[in-house]
């Protein structure tokens, strides 16, 4: 067999565990991944990996302003971190429209100080509506302690619009978020995912 058949199927067999992969399933475990530290800053910081089959992942070291950049006013959020004494952060997100979930990011905020980190949590847990529209507290004992989480649920004035969940949760000065969205999308499948997850960091 040439080495250029070889490639081909080889290419060929990643396509098709690719598409094979849309069977969505809860994580059951996460492997840390480690990131570069954001520019200028000695911290390290590591994102553990989700198990979301058939989801594509890409990660990312974000400033104040990429890390505000997808709120309703970014210039308020920038500020808020600003304020906070924002470190960097890492991100890490996954996409895909098969399964339950079409978007999860997970996001790693490093702040200053742990004072800093829970000024921060404060402020983003009554600005929700920068970052997932109106939204509703979501209480639920299987959620774990240190966790709240929110949902905006769809209007119906458009068509396309998905559920979304934001949780927020904090471990010294580091602030972590999940959200994740997506027409198919559960509450229990979103905090079975939250616990697994915070159990790892």
Aim: include cysteine; charged fraction near 15%; proline fraction near 6%.
């Amino acid at each position: 067999m040439n080495v250029g058949r070889t490639r081909l199927l080889l290419i060929l067999a990643v396509v098709a565990a690719t598409a094979c992969g849309g069977a969505e399933t809860v994580p059951t475990q996460a492997t840390a991944t480690p990131q570069a530290s954001p520019t200028g800053v000695g911290v390290d910081v590591t994102i553990p990996r989700l198990s979301l089959p058939g989801m594509h992942h890409a990660d990312a070291i974000l400033d104040a302003e990429s890390a505000a950049f997808d709120a309703v006013h970014p210039g308020d959020a920038q500020a808020a971190l600003a304020t906070a004494g924002f470190v960097g952060a890492a991100q890490s997100t996954y996409t895909g429209a098969r399964g339950r979930f079409s978007r999860v990011v997970v996001r790693q905020a490093v702040f200053e100080s742990p004072e800093g980190a829970t000024g921060f949590l404060d402020w983003l847990a009554t600005h929700t509506v920068e970052w997932i529209g109106e939204a509703s507290s979501l209480t639920d004992p299987a959620l774990p302690g240190s966790v709240t989480m929110w949902l905006h649920e769809p209007s119906g004035c458009c068509h396309e619009e998905v559920p979304i969940y934001l949780a927020m949760w904090q471990r010294g000065n580091v602030v972590w978020t999940i959200r994740a969205s997506g027409p198919k999308i559960q509450t229990q499948r979103v905090i079975d995912l939250v616990t697994t997850f915070e159990q790892e960091v």
